[in-house]
């Protein structure tokens, strides 16, 4: 049973627009989440967390959201730039600290279009 | 920063060997995490530790053992390699919720 998912396997999105990448999730014991980025034969680099005390939180061009009665977040990435274009993990932990590991969703692969 | 180093990024071993894959963390993280990504499958996790010595089972761990004698280096063992464990393994660390990851072990199991 799939706990976090991303059900777009792919994205693609033109240069200089806004990229939305969305995950949802079942498990309502998850109170943090996460978003990394991953390139071919590298391993994946944290972009930015949220907890569910909050709603929202911003990093420069990445920007999460999180609804907690729709147990869905998604990641908007404006504007959209060519090394943008990477598989973009969404990861939740249910236990405070992390120690337990995180739960990824199988991934969206963004392209960003010149 | 924090850096996670993995000993091998590509790697070819035969059915029924022992294939070590080690990891190191320079940042005294508590937590280390061992797992696998192979293609629409995403990242699954395979085993974890929270201190020396401790060793937790993560979602997938038939066919995997770790070890931890000291904090900063974690080793996943595959008792005897094969072919379905062919995949890219990935070693983090943390000490919150935020996980650091190594840049992975391209394991192929012939």
């Known amino acids: 049973d799939q706990q976090v998912k991303q059900n777009s396997p792919s994205l693609s999105v033109q240069e200089g627009r806004i990229s939305i990448l969305n995950c949802d999730y079942t498990n309502s014991m998850f109170d943090y989440f996460l978003w990394y980025k991953k390139y071919p034969a590298e391993g994946p680099t944290f972009l930015i967390s949220?907890?569910?005390?909050?709603d929202k939180n911003e990093d420069g061009r990445f920007t999460v959201f999180l609804n907690k009665s729709a147990k869905h977040l998604s990641l908007h990435i404006v504007p959209s730039q060519p090394g943008d274009s990477a598989v973009y993990f969404c990861a939740a932990s249910a236990l405070a600290g992390g120690a337990d590991g995180l739960t990824f969703g199988k991934g969206t692969h963004l392209i960003i279009q010149p | 920063d924090v850096k996670v180093t993995q000993s091998s990024r590509y790697l070819v071993k035969r059915t029924g060997e022992k294939v070590f894959l080690e990891c190191v963390q320079d940042m005294d993280h508590e937590n280390m995490f061992w797992y696998r990504q192979d293609p629409g499958l995403g990242l699954r996790l395979i085993y974890f530790s929270y201190d020396v010595k401790m060793k937790e089972k993560g979602d997938i761990p038939e066919g995997y053992s770790v070890s931890r004698e000291k904090k900063e280096r974690f080793s996943l063992i595959l008792e005897s390699a094969s072919t379905n464990q062919t995949s890219m393994y990935l070693c983090?660390?943390?000490?919150?919720?935020?996980?650091?990851f190594g840049p992975g072990t391209r394991l192929l199991v012939l």
């Open positions: 983090a660390s943390s000490i919150q919720e935020t996980q650091y």
């Open positions: 949220i907890s569910s005390i909050k």
